[in-house]
């Protein structure tokens, strides 16, 4: 590893003026030790970084500029030459001049340029509003992090994704999930590519994947057994919140996140408009007959706000209760709408407008999912010629 390491610094300083080279300070303290100390020399222009470690001359190899047998020490070297090797790629694959000043601010920064994490850590924290979107987002930066620590821009290329890829399945990620990672990824790649960095590979060769997963939603009779819980006088105070933007969810087709962004105060119109939080986009909502009927069933409903996460384990302990062995989510309200939407015969192009969806494809898997229902329905001959 460290021949390597040695190997890339000599070619890397043949093809630049940027020279570095540890050396011994020559003052000696009160243990006989001087201080090592990094020198950089760009264009001309020198610096001379004290590392903060020590050693005793006799144990120090001038040649190799490395101590003689403390192995922690000669690591943080090596470390140092390997960062300052990143920060000279990464201006170089920038078409970027490296000047002493720039190398001093990008080796001594918590958050450097050359660190990709370091740079989609930032971009989240400058450009994302939405809160839910910036937790998704910090959440796959942080798991890229734990992976990783750092992550230079000239280490980035397919064979990187594919390692990823099986490490992210390896700590339980499903594929949906793991492609979910990889889009969201790439599309901080975009925003470095657009800022100057040059990648080895072509960012259009990366494909996330599908990111929809299983579209699982809930029959009929289970919508109707959660309906009669929340009617009955049994349901505890928070749980009946919770169950209650669910089945708004379940009747509207609205995102958890566009349901908690809607205000009591604004649903007194049959139709509504409200700004979808994912996408931006202005659209008009009608409030369902039975959706109103939810809405005026509890008071508290859109005055009273729950985290999605508390929903979510209400919503688990809800049907545990009432036995519906199933995962629910916020989310599945969404796709049970969509599903009994296109079992009650709704037109398939309707309801991409209704989910807001940008492409029909998205929209017609629902379809598929009431195609499968369909087929099994084949087995109602069995009882006529039995």
Same mark, same amino acid.
């Given at each position: 590893?460290?021949?390597?390491?040695?190997?890339?610094?000599?070619?890397?300083?043949?093809?630049?003026?940027?020279?570095?080279?540890?050396?011994?300070?020559?003052?000696?303290?009160?243990?006989?030790?001087?201080?090592?100390?990094?020198?950089?020399?760009?264009?001309?222009?020198?610096?001379?970084?004290?590392?903060?470690?020590?050693?005793?001359?006799?144990?120090?190899?001038?040649?190799?500029?490395?101590?003689?047998?403390?192995?922690?020490?000669?690591?943080?070297?090596?470390?140092?030459?390997?960062?300052?090797?990143?920060?000279?790629?990464?201006?170089?694959?920038?078409?970027?001049?490296?000047?002493?000043?720039?190398?001093?601010?990008?080796?001594?920064?918590?958050?450097?340029?050359?660190?990709?994490?370091?740079?989609?850590?930032?971009?989240?924290?400058?450009?994302?509003?939405?809160?839910?979107?910036?937790?998704?987002?910090?959440?796959?930066?942080?798991?890229?992090?734990?992976?990783?620590?750092?992550?230079?821009?000239?280490?980035?290329?397919?064979?990187?994704?594919?390692?990823?890829?099986?490490?992210?399945?390896?700590?339980?990620?499903?594929?949906?999930?793991?492609?979910?990672?990889?889009?969201?990824?790439?599309?901080?790649?975009?925003?470095?590519?657009?800022?100057?960095?040059?990648?080895?590979?072509?960012?259009?060769?990366?494909?996330?994947?599908?990111?929809?997963?299983?579209?699982?939603?809930?029959?009929?009779?289970?919508?109707?057994?959660?309906?009669?819980?929340?009617?009955?006088?049994?349901?505890?105070?928070?749980?009946?919140?919770?169950?209650?933007?669910?089945?708004?969810?379940?009747?509207? &087709?609205?995102? #958890?996140?566009?349901?908690?962004? *809607?205000?009591? +105060?604004? !649903?007194?119109?049959?139709? /509504?408009?409200?700004? =979808?939080?994912?996408?931006?986009?202005?659209?008009?909502?009608?409030?369902?007959?039975?959706?109103?009927?939810?809405?005026?069933?509890?008071?508290?409903?859109?005055?009273?706000?729950?985290?999605?996460?508390?929903?979510?384990?209400?919503?688990?302990?809800?049907?545990?209760?009432?036995?519906?062995?199933?995962?629910?989510?916020?989310?599945?309200?969404?796709?049970?709408?969509?599903?009994?939407?296109?079992?009650?015969? &709704?037109?398939? #192009?309707?309801?991409?407008?209704? *989910?807001?969806? +940008?492409? !029909?494809?998205?929209?017609? /898997?629902?379809?598929? =999912?009431?195609?499968?229902?369909?087929?099994?329905?084949?087995?109602?001959?069995?009882?006529?010629?039995?």
């Amino acid at each position: 590893m460290n021949e390597k390491l040695f190997e890339l610094e000599v070619r890397l300083k043949a093809l630049s003026k940027m020279k570095t080279r540890f050396l011994l300070h020559g003052y000696l303290n009160s243990e006989n030790k001087t201080q090592i100390l990094f020198s950089v020399t760009i264009n001309g222009n020198r610096k001379r970084i004290p590392t903060g470690h020590f050693v005793n001359p006799k144990e120090w190899n001038a040649k190799k500029q490395r101590t003689k047998s403390d192995d922690d020490i000669n690591l943080i070297l090596d470390n140092m030459i390997a960062k300052s090797i990143d920060i000279q790629t990464y201006f170089k694959l920038s078409n970027k001049y490296l000047t002493l000043d720039a190398f001093l601010t990008e080796f001594f920064s918590k958050s450097p340029s050359y660190d990709f994490i370091s740079f989609m850590q930032n971009r989240i924290d400058e450009t994302i509003d939405n809160r839910n979107t910036k937790k998704k987002h910090n959440s796959i930066c942080k798991k890229l992090r734990d992976y990783k620590g750092t992550l230079p821009f000239n280490t980035i290329d397919l064979d990187f994704f594919k390692i990823y890829r099986n490490h992210l399945a390896k700590i339980g990620n499903n594929k949906s999930t793991i492609n979910s990672n990889i889009k969201i990824i790439k599309h901080h790649l975009l925003a470095a590519q657009k800022k100057g960095v040059v990648f080895n590979f072509q960012l259009t060769d990366l494909i996330p994947g599908s990111c929809s997963g299983n579209r699982t939603s809930l029959s009929v009779d289970q919508v109707k057994k959660l309906l009669k819980f929340f009617e009955s006088g049994f349901i505890k105070d928070n749980w009946k919140i919770s169950l209650g933007y669910f089945l708004v969810a379940c009747f509207t &087709g609205l995102r #958890v996140s566009d349901v908690l962004a *809607l205000r009591r +105060k604004d !649903l007194n119109r049959e139709v /509504i408009r409200i700004k =979808i939080v994912k996408t931006k986009n202005d659209i008009p909502v009608k409030i369902s007959k039975k959706a109103r009927e939810i809405i005026t069933d509890n008071p508290n409903l859109f005055m009273k706000f729950y985290t999605e996460q508390t929903i979510n384990t209400h919503l688990r302990q809800i049907a545990n209760f009432i036995g519906i062995y199933r995962k629910i989510s916020m989310h599945i309200g969404r796709h049970t709408f969509a599903t009994s939407y296109i079992r009650a015969g &709704g037109d398939v #192009v309707y309801l991409q407008k209704i *989910l807001g969806h +940008k492409k !029909l494809e998205t929209t017609m /898997i629902y379809t598929h =999912i009431s195609e499968d229902e369909a087929i099994e329905t084949v087995n109602i001959l069995d009882d006529i010629f039995n």
